[in-house]
Structure formats: C-alpha cells, structure tokens
C-alpha cells in the first residue's frame, strides 16, 4: 500500500501530536510509507475546520460518522474522550478501516470488551496508543529483561505520578468527574501497561483507592469530585515476581513520575520518565568494591534512536514517541499484520484497573484468573 489515506477524530492535544507525527514519519525513518491527511473531525464542525487548516488535512468533516463512512479514509485514528472510543472503533471497524485508539481503550471493562471482539472479528489492524513503553531507553528495558540480563525477577515497582491537581484551590472540572477520568482511568493505564509489557500477566491483586480533595469549587460553587487522586496495588505476577503500583495526580513536584524498578537473581533496572533517555542497570557481577548501577545513556544502538539522532546521549522527546507509535502503525497496516499493543493488551489493562476498583471496593483480594 504506497498511501495510507488516514482519518483522525479530535484535533486537541492528542490530535495535533498525532497529526505531526503522521506528517514526520516517512522522513523522520526513511520508509516509503506515505499517509495521506485526507480527513478530521472533531466536537463541530467549525472546530474540525480549525484543525484542519492547522494540521494540513485535505479535508474536515462535520462528524466522525461522515468521517469513518468517507471511501478515501483506510485507517481511522481516534484521539477523542474515552466515552466516544467504543462507537467510533465498532463503526470503523465495520466500515473496513484499521484502528489506532489512544489509551485507555473505551471509558469501561466493557467498553473494552466489546471494542476487543470487533477489532478481533474484523482482520484488521488495531493498536493501542500507550506511547511511554516506546521509548528507547524502555524498549532496551524490555529486551534486557526478556533476554535475562537481570536473572530471575522478582519484584516490580511503577508509578505514574503528576502533580497538576496537587493544589486543592484548583478548580472542578472534567478531570474531577466520572471514573474513567479519575487516576485509574486516566494515568494508571499507562504504567500498567508497563508493568504486563514489563513482567507479564497479573494474577493477583489488593488495591486502595482514595479521593483526596473530595471537594473542588465549581461554576455555581463547590461540587463534589466523583473520582480517584491517587490509587495503589500490591500485585502478584503470574511469573511469580511481587509487586508494586502506585499512581496519583496529587503528587507534589512530579511532572512525569512514570517511573519504574525490577529487581532480579543476578542485577537491576531503574527508570525515570523525567530523564527519559537514561536507564540504570546494575550486575551482579565482578568484585563487590566495584559494584554499582550503571547509568546507560541511549543512542544509536537503542531501538528506534537512529533515526532521530546520531549522537549518543543527545536524547528524544515526547513527540518522538508519537512518531514511533505512528510507524509501527503504519508499518502494520502496510503489512496487514498486527502490531503492539493491540487491542487485547489495552483490555487486559483495563482488566487490571477494574480488578484494582473492585478490590478497593470490597476490601480484598482479587484474584485475575477468574476473569474470561
């Protein structure tokens, strides 16, 4: 497929990274494929309009319905509110156009479910956009594990931890209503999925959920918030590793606490987001005196490096993992094969975040297995 003409719905903050990295791609890794900016939608019609005169669309449509219906259209990627995932994706999918949907996958288990059995009926393409586990330095994280650099795992700690609603003179909003906008819907999936990317399924978990600022000042004075601030979990992997996640909106001075460390039989990993092109490894090896966690700085031997930079050391950035999600995507629906995350992983991420709020909700253990 030399052009891949591509259908975005939502121009805002994801909308523009995804249309930038849709635009960089080709050049940016030097493939031959070219996806074409034929159509957008967003909340209006004027709205849609907007973007795309700023995005270098060819078109806008007056809804994602028109949209997901246009024959120029091969491939729909969906940066809208969760709420709206789960019609777009079905339409989508039964019109015959691939799927990329940003994290999390639908605004509910079953959202996610029923998302997961359309994009499997189909044959299509179908991808997740959980961009943080693309990084370099975390993509080598990933390999060294699997590989058995560390040894045996045994224990995991992650955390996706920001500070933007610390301040409790900070205003309700959007943010501070409905669950799947609360931590567990909206930071946690991220670092979860990290953690099954990481160390595999979860078989077990105990979770406590808290809203801390129970209340917020709204347009017509203070207004009660309806989800979480800050949510965490022990875990036991299927693998047999503990371990441990933590996730919050209220946590002072972090901007990007995407964060995570793995302990094994024979060495270590640690990572920080907020030095996202760094990665420290410890061996368990040579003389004790000279023993220590080494920091890596990713460069051109990393996974997906080269293409933006040929110094060591000089780093990417946040847009580079949009680029990255957008060629494999790309790649895949070139190829007609899957790429990950696919749909199922953005549902197994749910399963643990659902599983988390019943645990929470009842006071105990939830064991995963139990679920089909």
Known sequence: MPEIGIGLVGGGYMGKAHAVALSATGAVFGT???PRLELIAASSAASAERYRQAYGFNRSAATWQALVADPLVDAVVIASPQETHRAIAEAAFASGKHVFCEKPLGASLADAEAMTLAAEASGLVHMVGFNYVRTPATQFARKLIS?????RVTWFRGEHTEDFLADP??????????????????LAPHMINCALALMGPVASLSAMVETVHARRNGPSGPEAVTNDDHT???CRFANGAMGHLYFSRIATGRKMGYAYEVYGTAGAIRFDQEDQNALWLYRAEG??????????????????YLAFCQGP????GYQDQIIIEAKDFLAAVAAGRPSWPRFQDGLAVWRVADS???????GR???LSANP
């Not at 050391?313 to 990417?316: A, D, E, Y």
């Not at 988390?356 to 009842?362: D, Y």
């Open 287 to 304: 003389p004790e005196a000279e023993r220590g966690f080494r920091k890596i700085l990713t460069g051109p031997t990393h996974p997906d």
């Open 169 to 186: 003179a900070l205003s309700a909003s959007w943010r501070t209503r409905g669950m799947a906008n609360g931590v567990l819907g909206d």
């Open 313 to 316: 050391g000089h780093g990417t």
């Open 365 to 367: 253990w939830i064991e």
């Open 232 to 234: 965490q979990l022990m």
């Open 356 to 362: 988390a709020a019943q645990s929470a909700r009842h």
């Open 147 to 151: 590989e058995g650099a560390i040894g």
């Open 32 to 34: 031959t494929l070219r």
